[in-house]
């Protein structure tokens, strides 16, 4: 359309240009581009130098009608070549600042902001002021989002798609300005209505339109969403729909699985069952029904069209019009019409068009899906973290953090992240295999769906910081799984820490020992925080326990040297002994480990009679006799030899006779066990033993209390088979339990070191059958319940020693005791001399 016109173009930049001819090119939720052919006599035009130069062009009309103008920075330069009049022909290209955004790729995440707030930060790093159409309480913060290997303007241009708020420029007194708009065919309507005319003639100085067509196209009716929420039954239909179209489209259905879509920021404080991250998001359906809204009327946005010409240049995207005379009904006069994009070319002294293409404002208008979320370029590497001095981060879920590799702004700390799921081996209903990684550890992460907001924990590898728990190739055939105590740094931290403390008060411990014991102050003694510990070890404990307490029990002494066996080891060793003898005396009714309920107060036993013409040692071990006429214990080298070793059978049954034992005082009863009435009574010398128990008192067995407490310090509940390990630190636990049957073998040499209590309950029978060796060392109490039958069977040589408690053994060749009293009975086959109130046999 010819017109009277005026182009100028304003650079800041002293070169001037004359525009030649104008081509721009401009959309709802696009950048704008100006292309410009300009000319110049400077043959030296430094291109570099006009990058990102700020320029303005302008669109000057002559008489009442309006130009427009666009505001942007030169990004592109180009020398066309030199004309007849030796004039310099330029190619320019003016986009808006915003441009810049497209030229920038990075990872970022970001947690508990709504997308139009992360948008607004964007733009604030590009120092870019935008217009808010919207009600941003509208919009509650997500969860999670991830900037994923994109650009900042795609990443920008992909959340305000997905929360369906449109961009735009418009040009404002003298400058271009961006707008946010989640409703823009609800904008002010212009007047007045713009005239319709089929072939307009002369020279067009007047408002027209001409030239218009209207198109219709197929879109979907319907559009769906589903999401997956944790905290929800699996089969809870946490679904969103929206329908809108007719006909055939009503069949049309796009349905999208798409994780965390419907997760908000949490609109009250408080855990619910439909909680995430603390309670801090949430899914909601309500907020879920208006995003598939838009999302429906993002994919019939351009369902509708109408395009025409005009002479109204200063129309822009945004702009909402409406026609007059036009003799189509859907096109009447009070039918709006929405600007969606245009084109706008012409030269300087020859004609401009203007293209306009419209939507129907009666539908809603949101902004086309048209941005492609990325997707991961595969499983990749991060390192777990938490907060400062927490080795071990989870939530309820099990879930923990970590710092993804490739993220330059996250602060390795408990707000890096999102919670992760990690995947263990094996996840049931309450039950199954849970091992948490912890901070620093290494871990590989998918995505699900290739999805960068969705990553998940799908395994773990060493690293030089964090080595295998066996050194690699050395042990390349070992295979185990090792646990470790929790905060072991921060332990050795306090450790060093206190050091010079702990070795001051040690020291001083030492000293008052030894005056205690020697009458006199001791002389500051310069030793290793070990050596001092192993001296004060060996003194005798009394007043270190009870000193300045009138009313704490007597300590008992320390006692005697401790012999050896036949094969040359200790009886005990030195460290059990010194804590039997801190031990003050059992009250009359103590709680025993592992729930075999109260043990009463145990009788006084009368002191065994002495072997005439013998007399006793009161330092000699177990009460022995000494003097020059006292038997001495064989050791391994001067005993005679054996006969041929009889084969022992490989369960209960009769042992070969052993020489008679001489007959012992009688012992008082006994008090009767609480688990009594539910177990077996032994079997009378010569009867066949009993079978174990039936179902129904193995269930009373096991019914009866036994408060053994899991990791999880759940109480024991005979309810599945379990192996837990619990690594807090000074509580470390091992817990291991059976539903029905657990079968330990051992091919040579079995070892267990319990450093407290060891509990033991059997609802039937146990049967040890040891094939070389057995050692067994309890520092503090040993209760072992039998509910059937219990048959030790030894080949080679057994050593046990016992304070407090009554003990009977069968040994088929050696045994060794240290006992507070010796019961024998009928069945019982002992070789060796008894004598006193404590009594050793070999």
Known sequence: ????????????????????????????????????????????????????????????????????????????????????????TYRLLLRPALWLATQRRTYRVFQQLSDPAIALAMLAEWGVEAQIDYDPAAYPARKYRVQYAESDYDFLSRLLEDAGITMFFEDVEGTTRLVLRDAPQAAALREPALPYEQAPSG?????????????????????T?????????????????????????????RYHLNYGAFLFSAESDGQTPIADDRGAARTNLAVAARQVERRLAAKRSDAWRCSFKTTVHELGPGDVVHLAGHPRADLAEEVRLLVAGGRLSGSALGDWDHELETAFAAQAYHPPLATPKPKTLGIESATVVGPAGDEIHTDELG????????????????????????NQPWGGTSFGAVNLPRVGQEVLIDFLGEDPDRPVIVGRVFTTTNPAPYALPKHKTVSGIRSQSANQHLLQQILKAGLGAATQALQNALADALSDT???????????????????????????????????PPTPPMPPPIPTGPSGLPLAPVAELVAMAATPPMPPEVPVPGGLGPVPS??????????????????????????????????????????????????????????????????????????APSLPSPPAPGALPEMPMGPGRLQDALDTSFPAFSPGDEGHRW??????????????????????DMNTVVK?????????????????????????????????????????????????????????ASQSFVSALEYCTRSKKLELKATDLLTGVVGGEEGGGT
Not at 203 to 223: N, S
Not at 720 to 733: H, I, N, P, Q, Y
């Open 1 to 88: 359309m010819e017109s009277t016109h005026e182009l100028r173009l304003a650079l800041d930049h002293p070169t001037s240009f004359d525009v030649r001819h104008f081509v721009v090119t401009e959309a709802l939720h696009e950048l704008f581009a100006v292309e410009l052919e300009v000319r110049s006599p400077d043959i030296a035009v430094d291109l570099g130098a006009l990058m990102g130069v700020a320029g303005r062009f302008e669109l000057q009309r002559t008489g009442a009608m309006a130009g427009r103008g666009w505001s942007g920075i030169v990004t592109e330069a180009e020398h066309l070549g030199v004309e007849e009049d030796q004039l310099q």
């Open 203 to 223: 020279e067009l100085l007047r408002e027209v339109v001409t030239d218009v067509r209207v198109t219709r196209r197929i879109r979907p009716g319907r559009y």
């Open 225 to 253: 969403q589903r999401d997956v929420d944790y905290r929800r039954s699996p089969d809870f239909p946490l679904v969103a729909s929206e329908g809108g179209g007719s006909g055939i489209e009503g069949r049309l259905e």
């Open 399 to 422: 879930r923990v953090r970590v710092q993804f590799h490739w993220d330059r702004e996250g602060t390795r700390d408990g707000g890096s992240s999102c919670w992760i799921p990690v």
């Open 518 to 552: 020697f009458g006199q102050a001791a002389a500051p003694l310069a030793l290793t925080l070990p050596k001092m510990a192993a001296m004060l070890a060996k003194l005798p404990v009394a007043n270190q326990q009870n000193d300045g307490d009138p009313n704490a």
């Open 602 to 675: 145990m009788p006084s036993v009368p002191a065994m009679p002495q072997t005439p013409g013998l007399p006793v040692d009161p330092g000699a071990p177990g009460g022995l006799p000494s003097g020059p006429n006292a038997p001495s214990l064989p050791v391994m080298e001067g005993r005679p030899p054996l006969p041929a070793e009889p084969s022992i059978p490989s369960g209960p049954g009769p042992a070969p006779s052993p020489p008679a034992v001489p007959a012992t005082p009688a012992t008082p009863a006994m008090p009767a066990d609480p688990m």
């Open 719 to 740: 309810v599945g088979s379990e192996v837990t390990m619990d690594d807090t630190l000074g509580a470390e636990r091992l817990y291991m339990q059976a539903q029905r």
């Open 748 to 804: 040579n040499t079995g070892t267990c070191v319990v450093g407290g209590a060891a509990s033991s309950k059997i609802g039937t029978c146990d049967v040890l059958d040891v094939g070389h060796q057995q050692c067994t060392t309890v520092l503090g109490m040993r209760v072992i319940s039998v509910g059937g039958h219990q048959v030790h069977m030894v080949s080679g040589d057994i050593h046990q020693s016992s304070k407090t």
